[in-house]
């Protein structure tokens, strides 16, 4: 017996104009109005309040400029400022050291990440807290490596057992390269610092020049809210212009402390201290590639703690990464960060907040995944839990496609009222598009039951155990490994 339904076919349908198709989901904080008050704003603290720099090349840079130099004191026109956005690359390739794996930073490309210098981790035999070691770090690499939602790595501890604290940070670096292969994010003690991070990298990469097309790290580098740049951060931003590494200049003010107790306000005062930067890179070195940065966020002003955890973390990155895109600048922004002592329910919901609503915002790199207690205690159970997490929003990132193979016409008229669709062709086409957890469990109760009862926490260590136990990353040819060590013996010499 025939069908009495219509046979629905491709050319059935009129031609469609000024069709809109959504390939992503779309979410925006700031109208283009609020944006341009907020650029507005900060001109206009940089004209009339400045901001402060303790540098001698620095000030002479802005002396001889279109700026009014007082003392430390620098106002900038807002001519200078519009003058400089013109001249940052929109896009920047970073690679890692092996040259496989490649980030393409620009509009609206999300990366994830760690966050670096925590100062303190759980030690995972006996769960209590102690410095953070060469090894912790070694071992967060390897995690990183193995993990597939990460996109680059930053170092999540600080190497407190380096022989010197002026050298920690090629100590830092080197537990870094030694199990990841993945682009970096650095950071250093100062310009001479950086300048070693930075030979270090050109060996890998094969020279300057091929560090400079293709850099393998981005430079980590933080000014003092409210608008003060000391000598070492701006050693640190000149010594990136001219070599031409990227770098993001990254304020990160306390609303109610080192910022107006207003979201607007912070914004506004961060804004003019990236303004502020870029004025100078260019003054140094036109076209070097900077990165917008900020961790915005508010001071709790009942505990007196400075909030990773807190809703307007988020809001403000987002607002923020609405006036990078606008001003053609990439993004340093933060997710996957908590104020929990713990990985615990507030640490997954913390965490999944802010990484959602980075994924949803567009920011280029987003930073400080796996942070828990504020920013100074490592975990490697909190990266893993923070993979699957980012791969939920990452999925939740992609939308909805509705092409004619997936809205399935012919397939539901085939199937019809009644019919299966978990032995079609397309069903075996199209289920892996699907999220596909790896640590969740979407068992019953029975099976679970039988495998265990195994919570998210027991899942997660067990996943953790077994990353540090058979990942074996890419190695580093031994004469090039030999030649990095000498770098950093080289500087344990001069600081010892």
């Known amino acids: ?41 900060a001109l206009e603290v940089l004209e009339r309040t400045g901001g402060n720099i303790y540098h001698d090349e620095a000030i002479e840079l802005f002396k001889n400029s279109n700026a009014v130099v007082r003392g430390n004191n620098v106002r900038i ?62 071992n967060a690499a390897k995690i990183v490596d193995a993990l597939p939602n990460y996109d680059f790595f930053m170092s999540h501890g600080i190497v407190g057992d380096a022989p010197n604290p002026q050298t920690y940070d090629r100590h830092q670096f080197m537990a870094m390269l030694d199990n990841c292969t993945k682009p970096m994010v650095v950071t250093s003690v100062d310009g001479e610092g950086l300048e070693d991070l930075w030979k270090m990298g050109c060996l890998l990469q094969g020279g300057e020049e091929e560090f400079r097309l293709n850099p393998m790290f981005v430079a980590y580098i933080e000014p003092i809210s409210p608008l003060k740049n000391d000598s070492t ?4 931003l000149l010594f990136a212009a001219e070599k031409k590494i990227p770098a993001m200049y990254t304020p990160c003010p306390s609303s109610c402390a080192t910022a107006p107790a207003t979201i607007a306000g912070m914004l506004v005062q961060s804004l003019a201290e990236t303004l502020l930067a870029s004025v100078l890179c260019h003054l140094k070195s036109p076209g070097m590639p900077l990165i917008m940065g900020g961790v915005t966020t508010l001071l709790d002003m009942k505990k007196s703690t400075y909030s990773y ?36 329910e507030q640490a997954a919901s913390e ?68 019919g ?31 495998d265990g009862s195994k919570t998210m926490g027991d899942r997660v260590k067990e996943r953790t155990d077994e990353l ?24 344990d010499k001069r600081h010892a």
Not at 122 to 130: A, H, L, N, P
Not at 233 to 236: G, N
Not at 368 to 393: C, P
Not at 423 to 449: A, V
């Open 1 to 41: 017996m025939e069908s009495t339904g219509q046979h629905i076919k491709k050319e059935d349908f009129f031609m469609k104009m000024n069709h809109a198709v959504n390939k992503s989901t779309r979410f925006r904080v700031l109208s283009e109005d609020q944006i341009e008050q907020i650029y507005f704003a």
């Open 77 to 138: 026109p807002a001519s200078m400022v519009q003058e400089a956005l013109n001249f940052y690359p929109r896009k920047i390739t970073l690679k890692g050291r092996n040259g496989k794996r490649a980030l393409h930073l620009q509009k609206d490309n999300v990366t994830y990440g760690t966050g670096s210098d925590l100062p303190f981790t759980y030690d995972r035999k006996t769960g209590e807290r102690r410095r953070t070691t060469y090894q912790d770090v070694n």
């Open 233 to 236: 951060a701006v050693e640190k």
């Open 309 to 344: 955890g807190a809703p307007e973390l988020s809001l403000a990155s987002a607002a923020n990464t609405d006036i990078s895109k606008w001003l053609n600048l990439l993004m340093f922004s933060t997710g996957g960060c908590s104020d929990s002592k713990i990985l615990d």
């Open 351 to 418: 965490q999944m907040m802010n990484l959602f609503y980075a994924q949803l915002s567009g920011a280029n790199l987003v930073h400080d995944v796996g942070y828990i207690d504020h920013g100074t205690n490592a975990s490697l159970e909190s990266l893993v839990l923070n993979d699957e997490m980012i791969g939920m929003v990452k999925q939740f990132g992609k939308g909805i496609n509705t092409d004619d193979d997936h809205l399935a016409l012919d397939l539901i008229e085939k199937q019809g009222p009644g």
């Open 420 to 450: 299966e669709y978990v032995t079609t062709d397309h069903t075996f086409d199209h289920w892996k598009e699907w999220f596909l957890p790896k640590l969740q469990d979407r068992s019953d109760y029975e099976t679970w039951q039988k």
């Open 468 to 491: 540090l136990e058979n990942h074996e990353p890419e190695p580093i040819d031994e004469k090039l490994k030999k030649e990095l060590h000498k770098i950093i013996s080289d500087a």
